[in-house]
Each structure stands twice: as C-alpha cells, then as structure tokens.
T-cell receptor
C-alpha cells in the first residue's frame, strides 16, 4: 500500500520564521505535489515536481519554495511565514495515476 | 490551464436517497478524472476514477459518468448511508509529454446524509 508521510500533523510558527514541511513517499513515484486546503477553496496546487531536482509552479506559488533532492522526498518551504499562510497543507504523490495523499499538516502562523 | 468547477458546494440527502455531484472542466486534453472522499480530519481518499475512453464506471453504490463532448463528469451515490457523509472532490488530470500528471481539483462538495 502506498504511504505518503508528512513530518508533522500540527505545527505552530511565528510570522517571519522560515518553515519547512517535509513529505516522504515509499512507492518510487515520479510525481509529487504540495497543495493548500482552505474552506470553500478546495485544493489549490502550490508546487509540483515530476523528477528529482525538477519543480513547476502551481496556482499559488507566491511565498513558497520547494526542494526535491531525492526522489522520495519533497519539501515545502515558507521563506518568511505570514499569517495568511495559516492553512492545511497536503502532500501527494503519483506514478502514472492516481494521486495518493498524506495526512496533512495543519500549520498555524501567529 | 485547466479549470474544474464543482457543484453543488453543499448537499443534504435523506438516508437511502441518491446523491449526484457534478463537475465541468475546460481543457479537452484532460484524460483522467478521479473522485476523492475526505472525511473530517482525514486525508482525501480515491473512491473511483474514470478515463477519457470510457463513458461510465460503476463500483457498488458509486458510479461516475463522463461526457467528453460537453466536458462534464458526475459522481452518483445510490442508497446513501450516514457514513457517506464527507467532502467529495472531483479532479481532472492532464498528462503532459514532459511533465507527468497534473491534477486540477474542484472546490469540493460537503455531503450530509440525514438518518
């Protein structure tokens, strides 16, 4: 069974901090994704990666960056956290199809 | 890029009735359409999917239909049960030549099944 593991379920940080969200998958999937989930807005794609060291911007990349140094790991970085980045963050991975999701990280920026 | 619209945003049905959720997409290149169920506090889980070369797919009480000409697809749940209560997301996927799969999600439908 595919397993996508996000490093934290809940995280509280302060404005201006640099925040790292980690995601690891164990199925040798090429594609990995970071989404943000907010009420009434569904799942919005922040960044995705289709290969090691490759990344593509999604719909809302501003204020975020990503890193994919190894195939199994995809990191989301908030360079300088702001309160409007308080949200649920979901990581996903896929081979040809379909997507498998992690449990999510609920991030609060104070 | 692709744009997926989902309706309704909320849906309440009596237990035993059917529920229908509809999605439209804009890019005719989309070729894969998964549906996810997300229970409160849990990750989205794939419940059914359909590919563009198929018009309908059924799995027990759940079915999905696809109309490529009209660019819309729908989720049908029959004989609803309280445990069907959740948020449902549709998605459309385009497989690019060099970029793997991209998934575009609808905004979700909160389904409540009233016992």
């Amino acid at each position: 069974d595919v397993k996508v593991t996000q490093s934290s379920r809940y995280l509280v940080k302060r404005t201006g901090e640099k925040v790292f969200l980690e995601c690891v998958q164990d199925m040798d999937h090429e594609n990995m994704f970071w989404y943000r989930q907010d009420p009434g807005l569904g799942l919005r794609l922040i960044y995705f990666s289709y290969d090691v060291k490759m990344k593509e911007k999604g719909d809302i990349p501003e204020g975020y960056s990503v890193s994919r140094e190894k195939k199994e790991r995809f990191s989301l970085i908030l360079e300088s956290a702001s309160t409007n980045q308080t949200s649920m963050y979901l990581c996903a991975s896929s081979g040809v199809r379909p997507q498998h999701f992690g449990d999510g990280t609920r991030l609060s920026i104070l | 890029g692709e744009n997926v619209e989902q309706h309704p945003s909320t849906l309440s049905v009596q237990e035993g009735d059917s529920a229908v959720i509809k999605c439209t997409y804009s890019d005719s290149a989309s070729n894969y359409f998964p549906w996810y169920k997300q229970e409160l506090g849990k990750r989205p889980q794939l419940i059914i999917d359909i590919r563009s070369n198929v018009g309908e797919k059924k799995d027990q009480r759940i079915a999905v239909t696809l109309n490529k000409t009209a660019k819309h697809f729908s989720l049908h749940i029959t004989e609803t049960q309280p445990e069907d209560s959740a948020v449902y997301f549709c998605a459309a996927s385009i497989r690019g030549p060099n970029t793997g799969n991209q998934f575009y999600f609808g905004t979700g439908t909160s389904l409540t099944v009233i016992p």
